[in-house]
């Protein structure tokens, strides 16, 4: 069993910049993919970002390409997520994802929120 724990959402002008981080627990954390997911009020939850077990591969949602940046730490069991250049469209609930083999694990979620 896998445990995800995100953290360093929060409270960001227009502009701005964060960095999220989801550290994970319970697994081999290297041989999972990793990727962030995101749900604003009344939406969906829609994808993010992407990256695979050797961090050879990213893959992005085009709302998000040029501004966010997935990385991971496999020796500290990490995966981050630097935002730049936020918007008020950013604002959501930011959710740490694992997946290996299909199995699938999900953190509590962190709050993220742009103003104008």
């Known amino acids: 069993q896998v445990q995800l724990v995100e953290s360093g959402g929060g409270l960001v002008q227009a502009g701005g910049s964060l960095r999220l981080s989801c550290a994970a627990s319970g697994g081999i954390f290297r041989l999972y993919t990793m990727a962030w997911f995101r749900q604003a009020p009344g939406k969906e939850r829609e994808f993010v970002a992407l990256i695979n077990n050797g961090a050879y591969m990213t893959n992005y949602a085009d709302s998000v390409k040029g501004r966010f940046t997935i990385s991971r730490d496999n020796a500290k069991n990490t995966v981050f997520l630097q935002m730049t250049s936020l918007k008020p469209e950013d604002t959501a609930v930011y959710y740490c994802?694992?997946?290996?083999?299909?199995?699938?694990?999900w953190g509590q979620g962190t709050q993220v929120t742009v103003s104008s």
């Open positions: 994802f694992a997946v290996r083999y299909g199995l699938t694990y």
